[in-house]
């Protein structure tokens, strides 16, 4: 059982930054893939970021590509996603996700391909 924490949300001006980060419990944190997604009111649930166990893969959802960038610190058991150039359309709750995965290089980016998930942290972006 892997217990996701994510913090860092807030409330910023367009332009601004914004790192999230997502604090796993247990042992092997390395055992898992991450992603981030999020869910604006009214709208579906969205890909945002993925990375691989070992953190030497990565993979972005085409809104946030170039502006976002996923990381992980293994030894913290920690992943974050800095968030820079937000824009209102960013404005969601952001989700913290695991997967064990059995493949170093692996990401994934469908929400049935994660095993757990944390409570979400609110990004506001205003104009």
């Known amino acids: 059982q892997v217990q996701l924490v994510e913090s860092g949300g807030g409330l910023v001006q367009a332009g601004g930054s914004l790192r999230l980060s997502c604090t796993a419990s247990g042992r092997t944190f390395s055992s898992y893939a991450m992603g981030w997604f999020r869910q604006a009111p009214g709208k579906e649930r969205e890909f945002v970021a993925a990375?691989?166990?070992?953190?030497?893969?990565?993979y972005y959802g085409d809104s946030v590509k170039g502006r976002f960038t996923i990381s992980r610190d293994n030894a913290k058991n920690t992943v974050y996603l800095q968030m820079n150039s937000l824009k209102p359309e960013d404005t969601a709750v952001y989700y913290c996700?695991?997967?064990?995965?059995?493949?170093?290089?692996?990401?994934?980016?469908?929400?049935?391909?994660?095993?757990?998930w944390g409570q979400g942290t609110q990004v506001t972006v205003s104009s």
């Open positions: 990375i691989s166990r070992s953190g030497g893969s990565t």
């Open positions: 996700t695991a997967k064990a995965s059995q493949y170093g290089s692996s990401w994934y980016r469908r929400t049935y391909e994660y095993d757990y």
